[in-house]
């Protein structure tokens, strides 16, 4: 902690053989941390990095959001209950990276990380107990036990007010729907219980503002994650069963056909055995693994290699990894306690020396979650009842099982100075510092897009894949939102062909092409070139994460917090600065998009439109639905194949308005982590009104951009 002040010790008055302790610590500037009773050996706070400071980004705050001592504890049977008041028109948001709902009041939010959402009860890849209120301010609980919230849904008995008159024209109800279908009653309460503890802690990030609770959530977890600049180019992940020659095949296809490629991912079938996994080249499949390797680098590719942690009994590593497992195996394969150092050591060593060391760039940590709860016998993790050496159940294993796997493996990146970006099944509170995006089985493209929403209120990276799809449009709407999102990933772990080329599955198999796969695999290309010219302003987005803790894709709300109209937009969302994506969902080609306040210029068309309302819109399938802030400086790059440690990216800038502000582009050594030494420059680029200047601040040497060109766009 930078700084702690210890602000007031409180002890609640109570007959002495109940007395139990709560005190109140401001531990970073504008975070509360309340302890009440005894909390558990392990807290999520155990395996959070350190504290960024955030003196220089935010406003000092000297107290808290709203009074502290108006929160309740009490013990219950089996947990402890706490419970906040708060106002009839606060409206909450968060939990996590919810998948099925946006809005929280009224809801009943159950934590759990799972693979799938079993309803809208608030389970998912990464749902946390943190929630964010209109109010501004943030509620986190740290606690890796299941956790329930009321969020201001369960009015209470009151006999002090005026009571109701009843008249004789009450409306009865005729359908189960019109019976049960609403919420039935008002409350000013939020409850959370943490079942099976002795204590809670709870932490309050002040703002002011939303926004603000963000920074400081991101902040205080440790800052945002910088990717490599390759980070945000474009991933393929190769079919699961494909062998070193059709994965070759499979990079010449993108380098032959100019379509740009920077990542390559393998499935489980470079492994000897992969459910459990050994962790061991399949030398059928791969002969000689290191010249594999450098084949893949030489083109300019970056080797992504699929993973879980449950350990096969015929992996090298097992022997020595099951001293230090739980007493449950999942797949029969040992569940390394990444809690322990012993498990760290041998796991991370293995990894460091076989993958990190030889060229692999990054890893897909699959399986950390929870299966499904409502299948009993599809629930393959390992169970509640699981012991771990480190003394840690089931329950709280389960919740932190992917963050500290996913901290484990990228600590050998930090380790080796190199920088890295994982695709990554769970994550749990704290992850903002992980170069790691989330992904997911589910398909929905309308909850794709809503946890894009989302992620900005969890601190991590949420990226909606393409797999299959059933029709063009559908293909296109979907390639278009995973150009607009933190990676462009596309997920052929069961396709032959990329599915531009054939989107059926079946006739995928037998490699039988589209009628018109030429004309689909151009859209394909334009949209990934678009992805690599807009590589300099993610990559500022991305800085802003990590300098600012602003993250780089958000709700509407957070942006622009007084404006009624776009509380509960769950299909929109900014992307970096001034980038609002409003993407068309299930093969549409029309919808309505809500402008805020201020001129937008559609980026297809530079068409001006005046914020503050709703709009019809529609789009061909040519069309990106993206529109453009008012006054920016939108630099585009000429899309590179791919990016190595030598790519100077050479910019036009487009000018929208009349850009007062000068626009920071980020420049540093973008493969390794010199940037946290502060070996970096800010490229400022200005216009007045006639022309445009470019200021370089900061003590790299290298040049990443070059500007060729100003135009204005939009005016
Ligand atoms: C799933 C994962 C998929 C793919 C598959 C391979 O769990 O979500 O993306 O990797 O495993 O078996």
Redesign the pocket.
Same mark, same amino acid.
Do not use: L, V
């Given at each position: 902690m930078k700084n702690p002040v210890l602000l007031l010790l409180l002890s609640i008055v109570l007959p002495v053989s109940m007395a139990v302790s709560q005190t109140i610590e401001n531990v970073a500037p504008g975070v509360w941390k309340i302890v009440f009773g005894v909390p558990e050996k392990y807290l999520p706070t155990d395996f959070k990095e350190t504290p960024l400071n955030t003196t220089k980004t935010l406003a000092a705050v000297d107290k808290p959001p709203f009074n502290l001592k108006d929160i309740q504890f009490r013990k219950a049977a089996g947990g402890v209950i706490a419970a906040l008041p708060v106002d009839t028109s606060e409206q909450f948001y968060g939990f996590g990276l919810q998948t099925n709902s946006f809005q929280q009041r009224g809801k009943r939010r159950e934590i759990r990380i799972s @693979?799938w959402v079993s309803g809208n009860l608030g389970f998912g890849h990464a749902s946390m107990p943190f929630y964010i209120s209109s109010k501004g301010y943030g509620v986190l609980v740290n606690t890796a036990r299941n956790t329930v919230f009321y969020m201001a849904s369960k009015g209470k008995l009151d006999t002090t007010s005026a009571r109701p008159i009843a008249g004789d024209s009450q409306h009865i109800a005729l359908t189960t729907v019109d019976l049960y279908g609403k919420q039935h009653s008002l409350s000013n309460e939020v409850s959370i219980t943490v079942n099976g503890t002795e204590g809670m802690e709870l932490y309050i990030f002040g703002g002011p503002g939303m926004l603000a609770v963000m920074q400081r959530y991101n902040f205080f977890s440790g800052g945002g994650a910088l990717p490599p600049l390759w980070g945000l180019g474009f991933k393929y !992940?190769a079919k699961?069963t494909f062998n070193e020659k059709q994965v070759l095949e499979t990079a010449n296809y993108f380098r032959d056909n100019k379509i740009p490629c920077d990542m390559l991912?393998l =499935?489980?079938g470079w492994q000897t055995h @992969? $459910?459990s996994c050994s962790f061991v080249w399949n030398k059928n499949n791969f002969p000689d693994p290191d010249a594999f390797i450098s084949k893949i680098n030489e083109k300019g590719f970056k080797l992504n290699l &699929?993973e879980?942690a449950y350990t096969h009994p015929s992996s090298p590593l097992f022997d020595s990894i099951a001293k230090y497992s739980c007493d449950y195996t999942v797949w029969t394969g040992a569940v390394p306690d990444f809690i322990t150092a012993g498990a760290q050591r041998i796991f991370g060593n293995y990894h460091e020396t076989q993958f990190v060391k030889k060229g692999i760039s990054a890893f897909?940590l #699959? =399986?950390s979650d929870a299966a499904d709860y409502l299948v009993a016998d599809m629930e393959w993790s390992f169970p509640d009842i699981a012991r771990f050496p480190s003394g840690i159940d089931g329950i709280q294993m389960r919740q932190l099982f992917g963050s500290l796997y996913n901290k484990t493996m990228i600590d050998l990146y930090h380790k080796n100075n190199k920088r890295t970006w994982f #695709?990554v099944?769970s994550s749990y509170l704290f992850a903002a510092p992980y170069p790691a995006v989330l $992904? @997911? #089985?589910m398909y929905s493209h309308a909850d794709f897009v809503r946890m894009t929403v989302n992620s900005g209120f969890a601190g991590v990276n949420w990226s909606p =894949?393409l !797999?299959e799809t059933s029709n063009e449009a559908d293909l296109i709407r979907r390639l278009q939102t995973i150009t607009l999102s933190a990676q462009m990933v596309v997920?052929g &772990? $069961?396709l032959d062909l990329p599915p531009w080329l054939q989107y059926d599955v079946k006739k995928n198999e037998k490699r039988e092409l589209l009628p018109n796969h030429k004309q689909l695999e151009e859209r394909a290309r334009k949209l990934i070139n678009l992805r690599m010219s807009l590589l300099p302003y993610l990559y500022a987005a991305f800085a802003r994460y990590y300098f600012e803790g602003i993250p780089p894709v958000r709700a509407l709300i957070l942006d622009y917090p007084n404006d009624a109209n776009v509380a509960a937009i769950d299909d929109q969302y900014m992307l970096g600065e001034s980038i609002l994506c409003a993407p068309f969902i299930d093969s549409a080609s029309t919808r309505r998009v809500y402008l805020p306040k201020g001129i937008w210029y559609d980026f297809n068309t530079n068409k001006k439109y005046e914020g503050g309302r709703s709009y019809t819109i529609s789009m061909s399938l040519d069309e990106l639905p993206v529109f453009i802030k008012d006054n920016t400086i939108l630099p585009l790059a000429n899309p590179e194949q791919f990016i190595t440690s030598q790519t100077v990216l050479n910019l036009t800038c487009n000018i929208y308005g009349t850009p007062t502000q000068a626009l920071q582009l980020f420049e540093d050594d973008h493969f390794n982590n010199d940037y946290k030494q502060g070996v970096y420059n800010w490229v400022q680029l200005s216009w007045n009104g006639r022309k445009g200047t470019v200021t370089r601040k900061g003590n790299y040497k290298g040049r990443l951009y070059t500007i060729k060109k100003w135009q204005v766009v939009g005016s």
């Open positions: @693979s !992940r699961a991912g =499935e489980p @992969s $459910y &699929w879980h897909k #699959d =399986e #695709d099944r $992904y @997911s #089985d =894949e !797999r997920n &772990w $069961y």
